[in-house]
C-alpha cells in the first residue's frame, strides 16, 4: 500500500475528516502565577463547540509579541492517573521527572501543556463516572458515533497547535511536540496530521498491535483505531511523520512496548525517512537496562533535538 493509500484509508479507520473552522474562543482561566524564569497562564480554548480544553501556557522571561519565541506542545502522560493531566509537565504536580513543560520554558520555549479528555479538568462533568470508568464510557461513545479516541484526541492536539498559532508570543514557523507515555502517543499519531509542527520527540510508547495481541497487553484507548490492523501498525501511523525531524526513544526493559516489536517498528520508520531523502532527520535509542522512564539521557537527546531543530542558527 502506498503512503499516500495508507494515510487516506487511516483517516477512514480514525473516524474521517476534522472539522474545520470553529472558534478557538481562548479565555483566560485566571491571572498569571511567576514561577522561575517563566510565567503560568491558565487558559482555555475551544477544541469543539462547547469543548473547552483547560492548559497551561508557560511563557519564558523576555518573551513578547516583539521577541516571540519557538513554541512546544507538551502532551502528559497517562499512568492510570486521572487526576492528573497539564498539571504534571506544567511542574505542579506529579512527578518531577515529568516536569518537562517547565523545563523547556526554562530553556526560552514558550510551552502549552493542555489536559487530555478524560483527565485533570476534563473529567465527567456529571460527577457519576470515575477514572478509568469515564475513559471507557467517552471511548464506547466515539466508537458508536463512527470515531474513536485517537480521532478526538487529534483533533485535540490540532486545536491546540491552532491555539499556539495565535499566541502573539510564539514564532509559528517553530513549533515542536513532546510526550511521554501516552503522550509518545499522541505525540506520533497527531504529527501526521499537522504539518506546522517542525520537530517531534516521542519517549517510550510504540506498543504494535502485534505486539499487544502476543502479549494480551492492556493498553489505554487511544492506541486502539477500528479496522487498522487489517492495513497496518502503529508504526507506519509514526513514518507518516517523515521527512519532519523525528526522535524517538525507548528503555530496553519497558514491557507496555515489547522491545524486539519496537525494533522491527523502528525498521519501519527508518525506511520511510530513507524513502524521503532525510535519514539524518530521523534518530531513535534504545536504552539498555532502562523500563518505562524518562532517563537523563533520554531527555539528554530531547534537548538536544529541539535546539538543532527549533533554533536554527
Not at 100 to 128: I, Q, W
Not at 162 to 175: I, T
Not at 187 to 202: I, Q, T
Not at 211 to 231: D, S, T, V, Y
Request: net charge neutral; glycine share 10%.
Amino acid at each position: 500500500m502506498t503512503r499516500t493509500a495508507f494515510k487516506r484509508r487511516l483517516l477512514e479507520c480514525l473516524g474521517g475528516p476534522w472539522p474545520s473552522g470553529a472558534a478557538l474562543n481562548p479565555v483566560n482561566r485566571g491571572a498569571p502565577q511567576a514561577a522561575a524564569g517563566y510565567r503560568i497562564e491558565p487558559v482555555a480554548y475551544d477544541s469543539e463547540p462547547g469543548d473547552a480544553v483547560p492548559a497551561y501556557l508557560l511563557i519564558p522571561d523576555g518573551v513578547s509579541a516583539r521577541h516571540p519565541a519557538p513554541a512546544i506542545a507538551v502532551w502528559h502522560q497517562h499512568n492510570g492517573q486521572w487526576h492528573l493531566g497539564k498539571s504534571e509537565p506544567a511542574g505542579l504536580a506529579g512527578d518531577p521527572m515529568h516536569h518537562t513543560g517547565a523545563a523547556l520554558a526554562r530553556e526560552g520555549y514558550v510551552v502549552l501543556c493542555p489536559d487530555a479528555l478524560c483527565f485533570e479538568d476534563r473529567r465527567d462533568p456529571s460527577g457519576r463516572l470515575e477514572g478509568g470508568a469515564f475513559e471507557r464510557f467517552e471511548f464506547l461513545r466515539y466508537t458508536v458515533a463512527g470515531k474513536c479516541m485517537a480521532w478526538k484526541n487529534i483533533l485535540d492536539m490540532r486545536r491546540a497547535v491552532d491555539y499556539l498559532v495565535s499566541r502573539p508570543e510564539v514564532d509559528p514557523a517553530r513549533l515542536g511536540s513532546y510526550g511521554h507515555s501516552m503522550g509518545s502517543t499522541h505525540a506520533w499519531m497527531g504529527a501526521p496530521w499537522d504539518e506546522r509542527l517542525g520537530a517531534v520527540v516521542c519517549n517510550c510508547c510504540l506498543p504494535t498491535y502485534a505486539g499487544i495481541h502476543r502479549e494480551h497487553l492492556l493498553h489505554c484507548f487511544p492506541n486502539f483505531i477500528p479496522g487498522l490492523h487489517a492495513c497496518g501498525d502503529t508504526p507506519d501511523i509514526a513514518a507518516l511523520i517523515a521527512p519532519r525531524p523525528l526522535l524517538m526513544n525507548f528503555g530496553e526493559l519497558d514491557d507496555g512496548s515489547p522491545i524486539d516489536e519496537v525494533r522491527r517498528g523502528l525498521e519501519v520508520i527508518a525506511r520511510a525517512y530513507a524513502r524521503q531523502h532525510a535519514t539524518e532527520r530521523f534518530s531513535a535509542t534504545i536504552e539498555a537496562g532502562s523500563g518505562h522512564v524518562l532517563s537523563a539521557e533520554m531527555w539528554r537527546q530531547t534537548r538536544a533535538w529541539f535546539a538543532r531543530w527549533l533554533r536554527p542558527a
